[in-house]
């Protein structure tokens, strides 16, 4: 039996647990955290609100539903979407997204999905060791040394390490020491962000089963974006630059009054004021992208998820194609056997192109959401038609086919570079 020890027992961590301990691997988890089943308290920043909620495509749902869970307990964990909401000079152009099959994207807390999975992953066998902080990765004796809360330390040998340790890996680390030639980039956008959260979404007056959108008139400064979870409360993610008078770091706060005033002005004027409050003492968070070169190292470790492709969440895919790692390596296991020599060049070959495409259109998409004017509306609007009416000749609807198939990034890249060729005078994406 194969030992496969795992960095990290986040979301994509623990989905990949479950995939290969219901092989009959053995499996172990190395979280620095505490087991959320007995504690949620370290899964949830309370400082910065940092990620409460996530959005989960159908691509997401299918690699969720392929590793045994059960759809209906997935769906009680998020609201079902049913479109979106784009505000431009406070008045929402709502677009609604009808279902191409029966499943719909769903608004996540991420908290209760991280407890399904540790749910299933410990009824599929996996053995997670937690309070862990990895030390130190020793890639080709595939070993680790972590220290417990006690500063005890302790070491942990298998047979394939994998990374599923955010965009600031350890495994990724040790890999740029071992790895030859390996190539990796880390760049942050100019914009960080901070997230806002009103307990009660239904005093914001917002629809639920809506992703809202802002900024879009903003003409760059900044882009917004707000969702219901199942607790009842709404997050609001406000992207600015870091310096300047209205900003992340600013003590302006009649400035920042008037940006509330200005871009929020369809919630009430308590909601705004508490948006304020919040804004002004929260920490920001950085908007962090990684680009590997290679996502393994010889037969001995792997990248997945954040650790080999962190991107801004600009297009909402950065979780779903991290849950859709776990799918593709958990085929890659059974097309060749547990075959590791062959399993992992192969991951690095099918999921590079994949992760450079969808970076791609989370950066364009971020600077859409940011500067786009009305003629952006206009031009989507007659897209979506003529791709109706004339299939062939023009491109598919992206939202859609992001949002509601698992059709390959790369593809979906091919369709709006031609978007882009059909609207010479802008972008469109």
């Not at 059960?70 to 505000?87: D, N, R, T």
């Not at 190292?297 to 600009?314: M, V, W």
């Not at 009305?374 to 038609?385: K, N, S, V």
Request: with cysteine; glycine share 6%; hydrophobic share 40%.
């Amino acid at each position: 039996m194969k030992k496969i020890i795992l960095v990290g027992g986040g979301l994509a961590g623990s989905l990949t647990a479950i995939f290969l301990a219901r092989k009959g691997l053995e499996i172990h988890v190395i979280e620095k955290r505490g087991n959320p089943l007995l504690d949620q308290s370290d899964y949830i920043d309370q400082v910065s609100s940092r990620a409460i909620g996530v959005s989960m495509t159908v691509r997401g749902i299918e690699a969720v539903v392929e590793a045994g869970i059960p759809l209906k307990e997935l769906q009680a964990c998020g609201i079902e979407v049913s479109g979106m909401s784009l505000f431009v000079a406070g008045k929402n152009k709502i677009r609604e997204l009808p279902p191409l099959d029966k499943l719909k994207p769903l608004s996540l807390s991420r908290s209760a999905f991280q407890l399904l999975l540790n749910k299933y992953a410990e009824k599929a066998g996996v053995n997670y060791h937690y309070n862990q902080r990895c030390i130190e990765v020793n890639l080709n004796k595939c070993h680790l040394l972590t220290k417990d809360l006690n500063d005890n330390f302790i070491e942990h040998s298998g047979d394939l390490l994998i990374g599923a340790d955010g965009a600031r890996s350890c495994v990724r680390d040790a890999m740029q020491t071992h790895c030859r030639r390996f190539e990796f980039e880390q760049t942050f956008f100019k914009h960080g962000y901070k997230t806002l959260v009103i307990p009660d979404a239904k005093k914001v007056g917002l629809r639920p089963d809506l992703l809202h959108f802002f900024g879009m008139d903003s003409h760059g400064q900044f882009a917004g974006r707000a969702a219901t979870i199942p607790d009842g409360s709404i997050s609001f993610a406000v992207c600015l630059p870091f310096k300047g008078k209205v900003s992340l770091h600013t003590d302006d706060k009649v400035a920042m009054r008037e940006f509330f005033d200005r871009y929020y002005s369809m919630v009430p004027k308590h909601i705004r004021q508490e948006l304020l409050e919040q804004f002004m003492v929260k920490p920001s968070n950085d908007l962090i992208n990684v680009r590997s070169s290679t996502f393994h190292y010889k037969d001995k470790a792997l990248l997945i998820g954040d650790s080999a492709h962190a991107t801004a969440p600009f297009l909402g895919q950065g979780m779903n194609m991290a849950l859709e790692d776990a799918y593709v390596l958990s085929c890659l296991f059974d097309k060749y056997d547990a075959n590791l020599s062959k399993i992992l060049p192969d991951f690095t070959t099918l999921r590079k192109v994949e992760a450079d495409a969808m970076q791609d259109m989370a950066r364009a998409n971020y600077e859409v959401l940011s500067c786009s004017n009305p003629i952006f509306f206009l031009r989507a609007r007659y897209l979506r038609y003529m791709g109706q009416k004339l299939p062939k000749l023009y491109p598919p609807d992206m939202a859609e086919k992001l949002y509601f198939t698992s059709m390959k990034y790369s593809k979906i890249r091919h369709f709006q570079q031609k978007q882009n060729v059909w609207y010479k005078i802008g972008r469109l994406n």
